[in-house]
C-alpha cells in the first residue's frame, strides 16, 4: 500500500521560534497533500491543501502568513509553524491520496506532536 | 463546502452489544465515506469504506450503510469487544484531489 512519512513525529520549541514539518509519499508521487490540525479529543480539522508548483490553499480561519505550506516536489510538502505559540500546541498530520492507485483512500503520515512553551 | 455531522459523540455498549454511529453529509457531490478508528496520538485507521455507488459493504463484524437520498450513512459494529474501545471518526470526500472533511468522532466504550 501507498505510505505517507511524517517527521519529525514530536517536536517541543520554544514560544517565537518557528518549526518545519515534513510530508512525504515514499511510493507514490503526490500532486496534492492536505494538512491537519487536531487539538487534544477533537476531530481532525483541515487547514490547507498544498499542490505540488503552486500555492497553497487554506481553509478559513487558518493564517497563511503563520503557516507556511511548501510544496516543491511531487513527494514533499513542507508545513511551518512561524512564530509559533503555545496556542499552536496540536497534533499536525498530513496526508496524500495515491490516484494513480485509482483508489480514493487516503493515506496518512504518522502525524507530528508540536509542544510550544 | 462539505459539512459532516457524527452522532453520538460518546457510546457505552456491553461486551456483545452491537454499537451503530451515524453521519450525515451536506454536499451531494461527496462520492466516498471512510470510516476511521484512532488511537491516542496516533494517525486515523481506515477501518471500512464505501463508494456512492453502494448501499452497503460488509467486513466481518464492521458494517457501512449509505442513504445517498438522505445523505447519511452509518457504521455498525456487531458483537462487540473491548479491544473495540477507542475513537470512530467518520469521513466524506467529493471528487478526486479533494480533502477529506471529518465528523467530531465518537468515543466509543465496551465494557467486559
Known amino acids: 500500500g501507498a505510505v505517507v512519512s511524517q517527521h519529525p513525529s514530536w517536536v517541543i520549541c520554544k514560544s517565537g521560534t518557528s518549526v518545519k514539518i515534513e510530508c512525504r509519499s515514499l511510493?507514490?508521487?503526490?500532486?496534492?497533500m492536505f494538512w491537519y490540525r487536531q487539538f487534544p479529543k477533537q476531530s481532525l480539522m483541515l487547514m490547507a491543501t498544498?499542490?505540488?508548483?503552486?500555492?497553497?490553499?487554506?481553509e478559513q480561519g487558518v493564517e497563511k502568513d503563520k503557516f507556511l505550506i511548501n510544496h516543491a516536489s511531487l513527494t514533499l510538502s513542507t508545513l511551518t509553524v512561524t512564530s509559533a505559540h503555545p496556542e499552536d500546541s496540536s497534533f499536525y498530520i498530513c496526508?496524500?491520496?495515491?490516484?494513480?492507485?485509482?483508489?480514493?483512500?487516503?493515506?496518512f503520515g504518522q502525524g507530528t506532536r508540536l509542544t510550544v512553551v | 463546502g462539505e459539512n459532516v455531522e457524527q452522532h453520538p459523540s460518546t457510546l457505552s455498549v456491553q461486551e456483545g452489544d452491537s454499537a451503530v454511529i451515524k453521519c450525515t453529509y451536506s454536499?451531494?457531490?461527496?462520492?466516498?465515506f471512510p470510516w476511521y478508528k484512532q488511537e491516542l496520538g496516533k494517525r486515523p485507521q481506515l477501518i471500512i469504506d464505501?463508494?456512492?455507488?453502494?448501499g452497503e459493504k460488509k467486513d466481518q463484524r464492521i458494517a457501512v450503510t449509505l442513504n445517498k437520498t438522505a445523505k447519511h450513512f452509518s457504521l455498525h459494529i456487531t458483537e462487540t469487544q473491548p479491544e473495540d474501545s477507542a475513537v470512530y471518526f467518520c469521513?466524506?470526500?467529493?471528487?478526486?484531489?479533494?480533502?477529506?472533511?471529518f465528523g467530531k468522532g465518537t468515543t466509543l466504550s465496551v465494557s467486559s
Open positions: 496526508s496524500a491520496p495515491d490516484q494513480g492507485q485509482g483508489t480514493l483512500e487516503a493515506f
Open positions: 511510493d507514490f508521487q503526490a500532486t496534492t
Open positions: 498544498s499542490n505540488e508548483g503552486s500555492k497553497a490553499t487554506y
Open positions: 454536499d451531494s457531490a461527496s462520492n466516498y
Open positions: 464505501i463508494r456512492s455507488n453502494v
Open positions: 469521513a466524506a470526500k467529493g471528487q478526486a484531489g479533494t480533502a477529506l472533511i
